[in-house]
């Protein structure tokens, strides 16, 4: 059985280690006695990167620099692209960017050494995002940031989640998500093994782009360390008409990946067509998603967040007031209404017995006004 490195063996491996002097301020040719090649004596980029990543961690982890506050992006140009521009490292283009990416993804889920949210960065994916409290691990996601309105109302329907993926997954959003999967009803101090499985209903393209993208979040959510995630593909040819599929179907690229994606998925018909996510209506997609995820899904009973946001409405507003308050309102009841406060308060001021309401009140009623003070301060705390 494979044993779990521990954290310093992984920096040893990656050639990370926690170095004194501050790496954005160190020349070139400094750098270069770091990370250069034993080989070739050129600079080592991926190391760089790694090395000023783990810095900026352990600096902000230790309090003796503010989180980044920003997105990745953000930290690419405050600390990575001026470093890599002094050793002569192309930082135009994608290519620059995604080195930066990919160790982020290495250390965070491949090495688990800390989260993306240690280090202060924003949860762009926050406003592209609904969680569920009855039905959270059931997600209805789409491809595009366009259709989130739609799959934020099918999915809110059966109190479950709905996420705009807004392209290729983010591995950072992701673990966002968990995080708010993590804190809804029903998952909160779960570890990550111990969740419930994980069921997706994707909203993607049917083309090659939109089934990797798909399986890239599902990867992901992986590699997070979840163990049991289904995909059930929504988008499919079967769903339209005949006359609908002949008028939104385009012809794919050549080339092998197109040709294993019809070897996978059939294309349209064997033929290498796809379909736009678009063309499918939002009824088209609400049956499909009711159809498919209704096996997975808890009877949800909207009256009982209806109930809760009540009863954390009347909580903050006792908190807000003085006992002497809660007191004088308790004392001012009419009959009716103190019966409703027993009825409801009952299982907690008589947690071991079964004494019928009225008699509770009638205690009430009888009470002096020190017992009556001792129970404004029970409700209050309530």
């Keep these: 059985m494979a044993t779990t490195p521990t954290t310093a063996q992984v920096l040893t491996a990656e050639g990370i280690a926690d170095y004194a002097q501050d790496l954005r301020q160190l020349s070139a040719a ?23 990543i783990w810095q900026a961690y352990t600096a902000i982890r230790d309090g003796r620099r503010p989180p980044i506050a920003g997105n990745l992006r953000s930290f690419w ?98 673990e966002y998500l968990l995080q708010a999967l993590q804190q809804a009803e029903g998952l909160a101090g779960a570890a990550l093994g111990e969740r419930p499985a994980l069921q997706l209903f994707s909203v993607v393209d049917y083309d090659p782009s939109g089934y990797w993208i798909a399986r890239e979040f599902a990867a992901q959510l992986h590699a997070f360390g979840v163990q049991e995630v289904t995909l059930h593909p929504l988008i499919r040819p079967e769903r339209l008409t005949t006359e609908q599929g002949a008028l939104g179907r385009y012809t794919l690229p050549t080339g092998s990946k197109t040709t294993n994606w019809v070897r996978e998925t059939g294309g349209i018909d064997g033929e290498p067509y796809g379909l736009e996510a678009d063309a499918f209506v939002p009824d088209v997609i609400r049956a499909a998603f009711v159809a498919e995820a209704t096996p997975y899904l808890r009877a949800f009973r909207p009256l009982d967040g209806l109930c809760a946001l009540l009863e954390e409405a009347a909580r903050r507003r006792l908190d807000a007031l003085s006992l002497e308050a809660v007191v004088a309102q308790v004392a001012a009841l009419e009959v009716g209404e103190l019966l409703a406060l027993v009825r409801h308060l009952r299982p907690r001021l008589v947690p071991d017995g079964e004494v ?3 008699e509770v009140a009638e205690r009430i009623v009888r009470m002096s006004a020190e017992e009556v003070g001792e129970l404004g301060q029970r409700v209050r705390e309530q």
Excluded: C, M, W
Excluded at 37 to 44: D, L, P
Excluded at 102 to 131: I, K, P, W
């Design 77 to 174: 140009y405050t600390d990575i692209k001026p470093v890599l521009s002094r050793l002569g490292v192309p930082v135009e283009g994608r290519r620059a960017t995604e080195l930066v990416y990919d160790a982020f993804v290495e250390l965070v889920t491949r090495h688990h050494l800390f989260h993306y949210r240690d280090l202060g960065f924003l949860d762009e994916g926050a406003q592209t995002r609904a969680v569920g409290q009855t039905n959270g691990t059931v997600i209805l996601f789409a491809e595009k940031d366009g259709r989130f309105a739609l799959v934020r109302d099918i999915a809110q329907a059966a109190d479950a989640t709905a996420l705009a993926l807004g392209g290729y997954p983010s591995s950072l959003a992701t």
């Design 356 to 358: 019928p309401a009225p």
């Design 30 to 52: 400094e750098l270069l006695g770091l990370f250069a090649f034993t080989s070739s004596g050129k600079i080592n980029a991926t190391r760089v990167i790694k090395n000023l």
